[in-house]
């Protein structure tokens, strides 16, 4: 099953994403700290990861986009406060994209299999999924 985590300092916004999500046929892990995502990713596993940038701590969602990054890990970064600015600096820093709070529901869907397409376009022939997808389209 496709692992997705989940970053945000809000437990409602992780829950919500976990339904969301989870109706994709995805498995979903949850963070509210950056040092909780940072442990997560550091074990290995995630295909992509949807992250608050401003997460109220010392990281915020562009440090976790960083240290995803080399793990090939796609991302989609989420702002209550976007701009225009925040959005240019995530895709520069290699984000997949950025999403501004509230988001449409099938937007962020049709967003996350767009992602999930491009991190198995990218993944090398030995790691590419066989047989049927687990994500629902």
């Known amino acids: 099953m496709t692992r997705v985590l989940v ?27 950056p040092e909780d995502a940072l442990q997560k990713l550091n074990g290995g596993g995630f295909a992509l990861m949807l992250s608050d940038i401003n997460l109220e701590a010392r990281l915020d969602g562009l440090d976790l986009l960083r240290a995803a990054k080399p793990m090939g890990i796609e991302v989609i970064l989420l702002s209550g406060f976007g701009t225009i600015e925040k959005a240019i600096e995530a895709v520069k820093e290699g984000a997949f994209d950025f999403l501004s709070k509230p988001w449409d529901n099938e937007e962020l869907k049709a967003l996350v299999k767009r992602a999930l397409v491009r991190k198995n376009a990218k993944a090398p022939l030995s790691q590419a999924p066989k047989g049927p997808q687990s994500v629902m389209i």
Do not use: F, W
């Open 7 to 33: 970053v945000d300092d809000s437990r409602e916004t992780c829950d919500l994403l976990e339904e969301l999500l989870g109706g994709m046929g995805l498995e979903v892990a949850k963070a509210t700290k």
